[in-house]
């Protein structure tokens, strides 16, 4: 599998079985970890209205930064 770094603006996530994630602040902003095996999976909801559905493979970081997502992810 190839995994891209992705920047997105959005309005509002959603963490599909939020138990899934863990969350810590960092310099950088929000840190959420993906914990299931093998991936974790994140609506994101864009400004335009779209929503898309990530796979964040177990281990990786998504880092919230006010209406900014940045993650290594693969759009489902």
């Not at 994630?21 to 993906?34: A, E, N, R, T």
């Not at 609506?43 to 177990?58: A, M, R, T, Y």
Request: proline residues 4%; positive net charge.
């Amino acid at each position: 599998m190839v995994y891209s770094y992705q920047v997105i603006k959005f309005q509002t996530i959603s963490f599909v079985n939020g138990v899934h994630w863990s969350q810590s602040v960092g310099d950088k902003g929000i840190l959420y970890k993906s914990l299931k095996d093998p991936y974790s999976k994140l609506i994101v909801q864009s400004l335009n209205g779209s929503k898309k559905l990530f796979h964040i493979p177990k281990d990786r970081t998504v880092v919230v930064n006010n209406d900014t997502i940045h993650f290594l992810g693969e759009p489902a």
